[in-house]
């Protein structure tokens, strides 16, 4: 069974920082693409940041310079760094895997990020 368990979400002031965790199956963290979405409230779901299994990273122009993913092989675990918080920032942010960048099969249950001015 694939898991995704996202940790790592909370309450912080704009400016701050916050680092999202995702759990995953190695299998699913070895062989295929993961990224982080988000999705705030009466907006369609956003692309924030991929990589893939070879470790090439890519980052919405909305959190570059801001956001940065990665992963740790020891742990199987997909990390979002977030810095510069930002009010817009606010969403609940999914964990995502699947055979490419553009299409992802398997979701977390999602952990809230909330960004106050």
């Known amino acids: 069974q694939v898991q995704l368990v996202e940790s790592g979400g909370g309450s912080v002031q704009t400016g701050g920082s916050l680092r999202l965790s995702c759990a995953a199956s190695?299998?699913?963290?070895?062989?295929?693409?993961m990224g982080w979405f988000r999705q705030a409230p009466g907006k369609e779901r956003e692309g924030v940041a991929a990589?893939?299994?070879?470790?090439?990273?890519s980052e919405a122009d909305s959190v570059k310079g801001r956001f940065t993913i990665s992963k740790d092989n020891a742990k199987n675990t997909l990390y979002l760094q977030m810095s510069s918080l930002k009010p817009e920032d606010t969403a609940m942010y999914y964990c995502?895997?699947?055979?490419?960048?553009?299409?992802?099969?398997?979701w977390g249950q999602g952990t809230q990020v909330t960004v106050s001015s």
């Open positions: 190695e299998y699913i963290y070895s062989n295929y693409c």
């Open positions: 990589i893939d299994s070879d470790g090439v990273t």
């Open positions: 995502a895997a699947g055979p490419t960048r553009s299409t992802y099969w398997w």
